[in-house]
C-alpha cells in the first residue's frame, strides 16, 4: 500500500505579523526550536510517509521557501498554485498526481501550519486513519477532541461507531457544523460527541476524486485538461492555464458537507491550528507570570503576555497583563492579547495608511525564523 | 546690573530611558520641535540674560554634548563637575565665578532639563524676579501655581506680602515641604497659596554666598581653594580636586529651608519639569484619542497612550489604553502609563541582568534626538 501525503502550505497567515509577511507566511516560521512549522509537519509524517511520497502545494510566490526549507522533497511533488483557491482545487489537483501513478493511493491531506505537541500520539491516530481509508470507500477526517468552548473552529458531530482499528475508533460523520457562537459552543463541550475540524483528511486518491466528481463537478470539468497533460511537457503549463478559473471552495465545504462516506476518528494529540499569537499560549510553557516570552526580554510586573524581542534589541515591559509584543526589523506590533484574532483587519489597514512596505520583508529580513 | 544665568545641565535622567541613557539626558533630548531642553532653556533667556552671561554647569562626561548643542556659550563658561554633587556645590561654584567678575551680579539659577510653554510670562515673571533680587538681601525663588494634587514636587508656602514688582507679588516664604502624600496635596490645593517649588532661584551672587557660608561652611570651605585660584592656571585642576570631597545636598535643603530671607515670586508660565514619559501628556497636544503620537505610528482602537517610533520603523498598537511605548535604536519600552514614575528602577536592573549596553547609547544613535 502507497501512502503519500499532501501538505498544503499556500496560506498568507497575516496574523503573525510582524514575524509573518505576505512573504513569509507562518508555516514557513520556527515558533519552538529550529524547526518551521513546514519542516515540523514532514518530520510528524515519520514513519507513515516515506520522504519521497510527500507532496506540497503551494504558491508560486513561495516555492523558493518551500524548496530552501524542505530540499528533502522532490522538485516535481512541489505542485504551485498560480494563485490560491481555497482547499477543493488543492485537494483535487493533488487527487489527480497520485492517482496517476496508482489508484489505491492513501492521501493524507493536510497543512502546512498547524502544531502538534504529542507526535507519537498523532501518528498512531494517523495509522489508524491510513487503515481505515485504505479499507474502504471512505472520506476519513481527524476529529479533535475540544478543550475548551472555542468559537474559531468547525465542529464535526459523531454517528454511530463504524470500524475500530485498534485503540482508535471511526464514527459515521452525524453533522459538520460552522464556527459556533460562545453558547453553543459551551453546549457543544457539555453534551459531548463534538469534535473539532481539524482540516486533515485521509482518503483513497480514487475516493476523494469519485466524491470530487460527484460534488463538485465543476471543478474537476475545469481540470480535465490537467488530468490529460499528467505526464507530459505540456503539464505546468496546463496547470497554469486552468488553475485560476477552478471555483474558489473549501474541501470541507464542497465535499465533506455533502458526502454520505464521511468517517471522523476522534484524536488528542496536542492540536492547535495558530490561528493567532494568543494560541502560543497553549502550546508552549508559559513562565511563572505567565508569559511566553522569546528573546533579549525584561519584563517587569508583567504577566499573562507573549513578548518576542528580536537579535540584539532589548524589550523591556512594565506594569502590564494580557498583552501581546513583536519586535522585528522594521516593525513592531504592541496588542491586547485579547483583540489579537482581529489583527488580520488592522494589518490590512497598513496599505491604506501608504506603510505597504511592512507587510513584505524587509529586504535584510532572514526566512524561516519568528525571532 | 549685570545678570548672569547658570544652567544646571549635569541630571541623569534615567526616567525617559530608552530615548535617554546615562550618556545622553534628558536634557539634551528634544520633545517638542527640533530643539532640545537645554537649547530651549537658553532660548527662553533671551532679552534678560545677554549669550556672553550664559553659564552652564554640567558632569565632565556631557561636556561634548553641551558644546556641540549650545556652541554660542563660551567655553570657559561650561564649568565641569568631575561628579554630580547635587545643586547647592553646584550653585556655590557658579556664584564664586560670577562673584569673583561682580560681587552685584545678579544670578539666575536655573536647571537644563525643565519645559515651559509660556515663554513670554516666564520672562515677565524672571524679570520681575530679578528686579527683586537685584534691589535687596534677599533668595527669591519662583513658586507655581498647582493645576493638579501632584505629589512628585515640593511645595512653598506663601506668608506675608513683601514687594510688587509690576505685576508679580513677592512674599515672604512661609515654609518650604517636602513632597506631599495625595491627600496633602489636595488639601494644600484646596487651601490656596501653596505653589510648587519650581527650583528657579534668582539672587545676587554675594547675597547667595552669604547664606552659603551661613548655612553651609563646610561646602564653603572645601570651595577655599578654588576661590584662591580663579583665574590663574591651576583653576581647572583644584575644581577637579576638591569638588568630589564637597558635602552632596541640595541647595534646597541646604540653604532655602533654613535661610530667613526667601521671597517667592508665584508663577504660571505652563511648567513642567518633565519627570515622566507620562508628563508629556500636559505639555504636547493629544490627538482626538488623547494619544501623544512621534513618528510612523498606527494606533489602532488606541487611547491616552504615549507612542513613539523611530527612524523608518513602524510602531502598531491595537486595543490598549493608557500605555506607553517607545522605540529605539537597540531597545523598547512598553509599560503601563501610570507606572513610569517608577521606570528609574526598571532601568536600574538592567544592569543586574547583564544588559548595561542598553544603559548607553549604541554606536550609531545620533545624539539630540528623542524621536
Redesign the interface.
Known amino acids: 500500500m502507497r501512502v503519500a501525503a499532501v501538505i498544503m502550505a499556500g496560506g498568507r497567515g497575516e496574523r503573525f505579523w510582524?514575524s509573518s509577511r505576505e512573504d513569509l507566511p507562518k508555516q514557513f516560521l520556527s515558533f519552538q526550536g529550529d524547526q518551521t512549522l513546514l519542516q515540523r509537519t514532514i518530520r510528524r509524517l515519520e514513519g507513515i510517509v516515506a520522504p519521497e511520497d510527500i507532496w506540497i502545494v503551494t504558491r508560486e510566490d513561495y516555492a523558493s521557501l518551500v524548496f530552501e526549507q524542505v530540499p528533502e522533497v522532490p522538485v516535481r511533488q512541489v505542485l504551485l498554485e498560480p494563485q490560491g483557491r481555497d482547499t477543493a482545487p488543492c485537494g483535487a489537483l493533488a487527487a489527480l498526481y497520485l492517482h496517476h501513478t496508482d489508484p489505491d493511493t492513501v492521501m493524507v491531506l493536510l497543512p502546512a501550519d498547524h502544531l502538534v505537541l504529542q507526535e507519537d500520539q498523532f501518528r498512531a491516530t494517523l495509522s489508524a486513519a491510513v487503515a481505515v481509508a485504505a479499507g474502504g470507500d471512505h472520506l476519513v477526517t481527524l476529529g479533535i477532541q475540544p478543550t475548551r468552548p472555542e468559537t474559531g473552529y468547525g465542529y464535526i458531530r459523531v454517528g454511530e461507531s463504524c470500524v475500530s482499528p485498534g485503540d482508535h475508533a471511526a464514527y459515521r460523520v452525524a453533522a459538520f457544523t460552522e464556527k459556533p457562537p460562545r453558547e453553543r459552543a459551551m453546549a457543544y463541550l457539555q453534551e459531548g460527541g463534538y469534535y473539532w475540524n481539524s482540516g486533515i483528511f485521509v482518503w483513497r486518491a480514487s475516493t476523494i476524486l469519485g466524491a470530487l466528481w460527484q460534488h463538485l463537478p465543476a471543478l474537476m470539468e475545469g481540470l480535465s485538461p490537467l488530468k490529460a497533460a499528467l505526464g507530459t511537457e505540456a503539464e505546468g503549463e496546463v496547470l497554469r492555464t486552468v488553475y485560476p478559473s477552478l471555483p474558489k471552495i473549501s474541501i470541507d465545504y464542497g465535499v465533506m458537507e455533502r458526502a454520505e462516506n464521511t468517517l471522523v476518528i476522534p484524536a488528542d494529540f496536542g492540536w492547535d491550528d495558530l490561528g493567532t499569537w494568543a494560541a502560543l499560549e497553549r502550546v508552549i510553557p508559559a513562565d511563572g507570570e505567565g508569559n511566553i516570552i522569546s528573546g533579549?526580554v525584561?519584563a517587569?510586573?508583567t504577566r499573562g503576555s507573549v513578548l518576542q524581542?528580536m537579535k540584539?534589541?532589548?524589550?523591556?515591559?512594565?506594569?502590564?497583563s494580557d498583552?501581546v509584543?513583536v519586535?522585528s526589523e522594521?516593525?513592531?506590533?504592541?496588542?491586547?492579547k485579547?483583540?489579537?484574532s482581529?489583527?488580520k483587519a488592522?494589518?490590512g489597514?497598513?496599505e491604506a495608511?501608504g506603510?505597504k512596505q511592512?507587510l513584505r520583508r524587509p529586504l535584510s529580513l532572514p526566512s524561516g525564523s519568528a525571532d
Open positions: 510582524p533579549r525584561v517587569v510586573e524581542s540584539d534589541r532589548l524589550l523591556v515591559t512594565f506594569g502590564l498583552v509584543v519586535d522594521d516593525a513592531i506590533l504592541v496588542a491586547d485579547a483583540r489579537v482581529d489583527l488592522v494589518v489597514r497598513l495608511e506603510l511592512h
